[in-house]
């Protein structure tokens, strides 16, 4: 249980205690400031606690966002502080600070939390940003936002949510805290919880179809004790019933899946809005959130394929299945590494992006560039649909269309930016490119003895040769042919020589995507190539354990963890070594059959899949279970 110290006497008819005590806190009260030290003393330090200023007038939702949301080691409004156990020692140090300048909670605090506290109260409901000095208010002197400040000053800045119309402020006698309390009272708070449960910024058909209910199914939830992770197995479980009702060929089984392919997505809404509804972040529910939303989507990619399958007639469109998953997967790469490889650099500034932040002044056209990106929600409902009324082929001709199509868009838009940017790439953003990368053992030898300078367009232009060869010789050279193999063997100089040195030219975000177009193509290829029964879905289940692999990459990097460990990207070959390994797979088969189709090819590919999921697997859900990763949460909008 957390607890939290009220900096002083309980305030006679105030609500702070009950507040507290709903929050999950076990309140205490320390009469001064050596008191606060000492209560602060005697909580056990792997324990959250908060300080709380007993004059303390606002809504309890403004106490929540200050002083339970897990992914901040400390957070502040005023009158209210909070830390966690990583911020304990840096908290002792502040209160220590803190109350060296003042005494108490009426004590006059240093010029820094005086403004810190002003700057912080709210003067008017329809304002929160006006501060004491603006409205001619007397300022309030209190020990929790000094000690704040002193928390600032130890390196641990305080996180401090944005409150709009919320009301967070200390009242230093009866008059204001009247004042305060007319003002809190003229606000509904659950309404406005309700409201910023939503992301701020989604496509267009999760913001007017799904949001405007989806909101209440998760406060739902949150009053009956549900779980985010729980929503997010319940919307994955939804979607695996909805891949199983497309396997099996029929109509209604076509229009029962699109319909429960609806309701995960909807599901996938609830479970990210009960967590900014309950502030319930967690490292898991992330990587539950992140992996899952591919795991449905390519699932389901499965079931329409067996449903086609078995449909009366029979059609194979494993190959369109691997195709929209091999797209999709392309544009995440292409979306993650951009932004990798942008986020914090300095100098940052394109007239493309200029342009786009003026169009982005037009309202309508922010949705009409966001529903050209066929996101999440307008994908989802458009395969939904097309499951129901149409057929999988129609359904997998429309979604590669639409993909394609909204990949050219953003990729050149990017490239465009790239072009016209003026910004110098940091040290991180080169490392973690090539985390992305996925180089294995023979890239990184030919990537030493090629060590050389960055320059500027050299690395994605040497990565789209080798791709380009890769892919082109998978293709037109015969099947099973050992010239593919040398193919893949050159691929692999190539790509060394690509990551040769560090990845921050203006274009070298799109390394990673053209090694993964590469890896996954060539695999489609030699698939659908082979005419070996059963060889295209075993394809698609490799590509699939391999994406994992890449998307699980990308997740740690955006939790601030780093990459999988590099034994781990050793052992499963890096995209080169993997390669080579099946073309060398195929021409051995090939000529081991004589040129007569077998099983062979499916059963190697089969066992090579099963190998690098278990490997990745196990790795995986050891590092999200047991790590020390970060509390995340998407805030920005799933990628395109």
């Known amino acids: 249980m957390s607890t939290a110290i009220l900096t002083g006497s309980p305030v006679a008819g105030s609500s702070v205690q009950d507040d507290l005590r709903s929050l999950g806190f076990d309140v205490r009260t320390a009469i001064d400031a050596a008191g606060v030290a000492t209560e602060l003393a005697a909580v056990p330090p792997r324990e959250r606690v908060a300080l709380v200023d007993p004059r303390f007038v606002g809504h309890g939702h403004a106490l929540r966002l200050a002083l339970t949301d897990p992914r901040f080691p400390a957070a502040a409004v005023p009158g209210a502080l909070t830390a966690q156990p990583e911020a304990r020692a840096a908290l002792s140090r502040a209160v220590t600070a803190a109350t060296r300048s003042g005494g108490d909670a009426g004590h006059t605090p240093s010029p820094a939390g005086a403004a810190a506290t002003a700057a912080g109260q709210v003067a008017t409901v329809g304002d929160a940003e006006k501060t004491a000095e603006e409205t001619g208010e007397a300022r309030t002197p209190s020990l929790v936002d000094d000690i704040a400040t002193a928390l600032d000053a130890e390196g641990v800045?305080?996180?401090?949510?944005?409150?709009?119309?919320?009301?967070?402020?200390?009242?230093?006698?009866?008059?204001?805290?009247?004042?305060?309390?007319?003002?809190?009272?003229?606000?509904?708070?659950?309404?406005?919880?309700?409201?910023?449960?939503?992301?701020?910024?989604?496509?267009?058909?999760?913001?007017?179809?799904?949001?405007?209910?989806?909101?209440?199914?998760?406060?739902?939830?949150?009053?009956?004790?549900?779980?985010?992770?729980?929503?997010?197995?319940?919307?994955?479980?939804?979607?695996?019933?909805?891949?199983?009702?497309?396997a099996t060929g029929t109509r209604p089984g076509f229009v029962a899946a699109g319909v429960l392919l609806i309701a995960s997505f909807v599901l996938d809404c609830t479970d990210g809005q009960l967590a900014r509804y309950s502030l319930q972040y967690s490292t898991l529910g992330a990587w539950l959130d992140a992996t899952f939303d591919r795991a449905k989507?390519?699932?389901?990619?499965?079931?329409?394929?067996?449903?086609?399958?078995?449909?009366?007639?029979?059609?194979?469109?494993?190959?369109?299945?691997?195709?929209?998953?091999?797209?999709?997967?392309?544009?995440?790469?292409?979306?993650?590494?951009?932004?990798?490889?942008?986020?914090?650099?300095?100098?940052?500034?394109?007239?493309?992006?200029?342009?786009?932040?003026?169009?982005?002044?037009?309202?309508?056209?922010?949705?009409?560039?966001?529903?050209?990106?066929?996101?999440?929600?307008?994908?989802?409902?458009?395969?939904?649909?097309?499951?129901?009324?149409?057929?999988?082929?129609?359904?997998?001709?429309?979604?590669?269309?639409?993909?394609?199509?909204?990949?050219?868009?953003?990729?050149?838009?990017?490239?465009?930016?790239?072009?016209?940017?003026?910004?110098?790439?940091?040290?991180?953003?080169?490392?973690?490119?090539?985390?992305?990368?996925?180089?294995?053992?023979?890239?990184?030898?030919?990537?030493?003895?090629?060590?050389?300078?960055?320059?500027?367009?050299?690395?994605?232009?040497?990565?789209?040769?080798?791709?380009?060869?890769?892919?082109?010789?998978?293709?037109?050279?015969?099947?099973?042919?050992?010239a593919a193999v040398g193919g893949a063997a050159l691929?692999?100089?190539?790509?060394?020589?690509?990551?040769?040195?560090?990845?921050?030219?203006?274009?070298?975000?799109?390394?990673?995507?053209?090694?993964?177009?590469?890896?996954?193509?060539?695999?489609?290829?030699?698939?659908?190539?082979s005419q070996v029964n059963g060889a295209l879905p075993a394809a698609f289940g490799l590509v699939a354990a391999v994406a994992y692999h890449h998307y699980d990459t990308v997740y740690r990097i955006r939790g601030g963890t780093g990459a999988p460990p590099h034994g781990l990207v050793r052992a499963i070959g890096g995209h080169e070594g993997r390669i080579l390994v099946v073309t060398a797979i195929a021409a051995l088969l090939h000529g081991l059959s004589q040129g007569d189709p077998n099983q062979g090819f499916t059963i190697a590919l089969t066992a090579l899949a099963v190998v690098i999921a278990l490997t990745v697997l196990i790795e995986s859900i050891r590092f999200w279970v047991s790590s020390g990763a970060p509390a995340v949460h998407d805030e920005t909008g799933e990628p395109a």
């Open 157 to 246: 800045p305080p996180h401090r949510p944005e409150l709009g119309v919320l009301i967070a402020t200390v009242a230093a006698d009866e008059e204001r805290r009247a004042a305060a309390l007319a003002e809190t009272a003229a606000v509904d708070d659950e309404k406005v919880r309700l409201r910023t449960a939503v992301k701020a910024r989604d496509g267009f058909f999760t913001t007017f179809c799904i949001s405007p209910y989806s909101r209440y199914i998760a406060r739902w939830c949150a009053r009956r004790g549900l779980t985010p992770n729980q929503v997010t197995t319940a919307s994955l479980l939804t979607a695996l019933i909805a891949a199983g009702c497309a």
């Open 297 to 482: 989507e390519y699932a389901y990619y499965a079931g329409l394929a067996l449903g086609a399958a078995n449909a009366p007639g029979g059609d194979d469109v494993w190959a369109l299945a691997l195709g929209a998953m091999v797209l999709q997967t392309c544009r995440h790469v292409v979306d993650f590494s951009f932004n990798e490889a942008n986020h914090d650099a300095t100098g940052n500034s394109s007239p493309t992006a200029a342009l786009s932040d003026r169009l982005n002044s037009v309202g309508w056209t922010v949705w009409v560039r966001r529903m050209i990106v066929l996101p999440i929600g307008e994908r989802w409902a458009m395969i939904a649909v097309l499951t129901a009324l149409t057929t999988p082929r129609i359904t997998f001709y429309v979604l590669l269309i639409g993909c394609a199509l909204a990949a050219c868009y953003t990729t050149a838009g990017r490239v465009l930016r790239s072009l016209t940017r003026k910004a110098r790439r940091t040290d991180r953003a080169a490392q973690a490119l090539a985390d992305l990368a996925d180089s294995g053992p023979l890239a990184e030898l030919v990537a030493k003895a090629a060590a050389r300078k960055p320059h500027s367009y050299l690395a994605p232009v040497v990565a789209a040769l080798g791709a380009a060869l890769l892919v082109a010789g998978a293709a037109a050279l015969p099947y099973g042919s050992w």
């Open 491 to 529: 691929y692999a100089v190539l790509a060394g020589c690509a990551v040769a040195a560090p990845l921050k030219g203006p274009l070298d975000w799109l390394v990673p995507p053209l090694f993964r177009a590469a890896e996954y193509g060539t695999v489609l290829i030699l698939a659908a190539r």
